[in-house]
């Protein structure tokens, strides 16, 4: 069974610093692209950085030059750290086996097992 147990989420003021972290458990991590995502209440999930098995990365427009998504595949752990954070940055992140379609972030086809997320708050 996949689970994906997001942490590392908190409230900072606007250029301040936050390192998320995502724990797997329930299939081969390291086979895997991976992809962080992020939601606002009334809006679509995001999808902000893609880091395929090899180590490549992939970013949305928005955090390109502020994000930096990473893995540790021997403690099968995605990381996001965010720095330069800005207040349109406020909203709840995920983690999930994802993919780059047309130059876009997407969650792989038919995956449902989205954890909690972390809620990231920034203040102007």
């Known amino acids: 069974q996949v689970q994906l147990v997001e942490s590392g989420g908190g409230s900072v003021q606007a250029g301040g610093s936050l390192r998320l972290s995502c724990a797997a458990s329930?299939?081969?991590?390291?086979?895997?692209?991976m992809g962080w995502f992020r939601q606002t209440p009334g809006k679509e999930r995001e999808g902000v950085a893609h880091?395929?098995?090899?180590?490549?990365?992939s970013y949305a427009d928005s955090v390109k030059g502020r994000f930096t998504i990473s893995r540790d595949n021997a403690k099968n752990t995605l990381y996001l750290q965010m720095n330069n954070l800005k207040p349109e940055d406020t909203a709840m992140y995920y983690c999930?086996?994802?993919?780059?379609?047309?130059?876009?972030?997407?969650?792989?086809?038919?995956?449902?097992?989205w954890g909690q997320g972390t809620q990231v708050t920034v203040s102007a």
């Open positions: 999930a086996p994802a993919r780059v379609s047309a130059g876009v972030v997407r969650v792989i086809p038919g995956y449902s097992s």
């Open positions: 329930g299939y081969i991590f390291s086979r895997y692209c």
């Open positions: 880091i395929n098995s090899g180590g490549g990365t």
